[in-house]
């Protein structure tokens, strides 16, 4: 079993590689679904992974903005620009995905990028392929499937377009079976330590994806109230991040 981890924050990052994470999913803003990562947050999550005596993976989610996934032009080109700069810094897998207008799957658009992928790596560098949760938004996940397969990418992520993969387990169950030896089906989205060999144990996957985040309150002594620097009101003294405890029992459960 393969245990990844999202993270959004090079502290976040460090907890899952202490709490035994098998793979770290890199993104920016977690509480908008993830956008794509700084190069800064890139390089660093690399080095602290890469200086330990059993590096993990890093996978880079490129996503230019929050919102759906119908992209313009202008936006398509950014996705693969971060693309290119990820693959260039030696990251081990892109997350990506695009749908079009009709909630299909924008093959022209993940061909940009999965060809950005081929024309940025070096030597024997491999690069891993994620269809992520776009494909929770798609009309027809089936349909949607067997595209992502012709694509050639190696995995969805997907909560079995359920509002967490617990409940979507029938649908995950089934996309399983008819993926099985073309694909890789990772659930994620409500992954807790409750629910997670539920999860594995009903639709056979290998792989499984969590957030194992926690509420982080900010170490600000002086705190000026009723001021936010984003819409609504967030709290500007808190903030959500990955839990090494939470990771370590993800990982016990998955072991027993």
């Given at each position: 079993?393969?245990?990844e981890?999202?993270?959004?924050?090079?502290?976040?990052?460090?907890?899952?590689?202490?709490?035994?994470?098998?793979?770290?999913?890199?993104?920016?803003?977690?509480?908008?679904?993830?956008?794509?990562?700084?190069?800064?947050?890139?390089?660093?999550?690399?080095?602290?992974?890469?200086?330990?005596?059993?590096?993990?993976?890093?996978?880079?989610?490129?996503?230019?903005?929050?919102?759906?996934?119908?992209?313009?032009?202008?936006?398509?080109?950014?996705?693969?620009?971060?693309?290119?700069?990820?693959?260039?810094?030696?990251?081990?897998?892109?997350?990506?995905?695009?749908?079009?207008?009709?909630?299909?799957?924008?093959?022209?658009?993940?061909?940009?990028?999965?060809?950005?992928i081929r024309?940025?790596?070096?030597?024997?560098?491999?690069?891993?392929?994620?269809?992520?949760?776009?494909?929770?938004?798609?009309?027809?996940?089936?349909e949607?499937?067997?595209?992502?397969?012709?694509?050639?990418?190696?995995?969805?992520?997907?909560?079995g377009?359920?509002?967490?993969?617990?409940e979507?387990?029938?649908?995950?169950?089934?996309?399983?079976?008819?993926?099985?030896?073309?694909?890789?089906?990772?659930?994620?989205?409500?992954?807790?330590?409750?629910?997670?060999?539920?999860?594995?144990?009903?639709?056979?996957?290998?792989?499984?994806?969590?957030?194992?985040?926690?509420?982080?309150?900010?170490?600000?002594?002086?705190?000026?109230?009723?001021?936010?620097?984003?819409?609504?009101?967030?709290?500007?003294?808190?903030?959500?991040?990955?839990?090494?405890?939470?990771?370590?029992?993800?990982?016990?459960?998955?072991?027993?």
């Open positions: 079993m393969i245990l981890i999202c993270c959004a924050d090079i502290d976040s990052a460090g907890e899952a590689i202490s709490g035994g994470a098998d793979r770290i999913e890199l993104c920016s803003a977690l509480e908008a679904g993830g956008v794509t990562p700084s190069a800064g947050l890139i390089e660093q999550t690399l080095w602290k992974s890469r200086r330990r005596l059993n590096p993990i993976p890093v996978n880079i989610l490129v996503r230019p903005r929050p919102g759906d996934f119908l992209y313009s032009d202008k936006e398509l080109m950014q996705c693969v620009q971060d693309t290119a700069y990820a693959v260039g810094a030696q990251v081990d897998g892109i997350v990506f995905g695009a749908l079009t207008a009709d909630g299909e799957v924008d093959e022209y658009a993940c061909e940009k990028v999965l060809d950005a024309q940025s790596v070096s030597g024997n560098q491999k690069v891993t392929t994620t269809f992520h949760r776009a494909f929770d938004l798609c009309r027809d996940p089936f949607a499937l067997e595209v992502i397969i012709k694509l050639g990418f190696d995995r969805i992520l997907t909560s377009q359920a509002a967490t993969a617990e979507g387990i029938t649908l995950l169950a089934e996309l399983q079976k008819r993926a099985k030896g073309h694909i890789s089906i990772m659930p994620g989205a409500g992954v807790s330590p409750s629910n997670i060999c539920k999860i594995v144990n009903a639709t056979g996957v290998t792989e499984i994806h969590a957030s194992a985040k926690i509420k982080v309150e900010s170490r600000m002594r002086f705190r000026r109230e009723g001021i936010g620097m984003g819409i609504g009101d967030a709290d500007e003294y808190a903030r959500y991040a990955t839990s090494g405890d939470i990771v370590k029992k993800l990982k016990e459960e998955l072991d027993k």
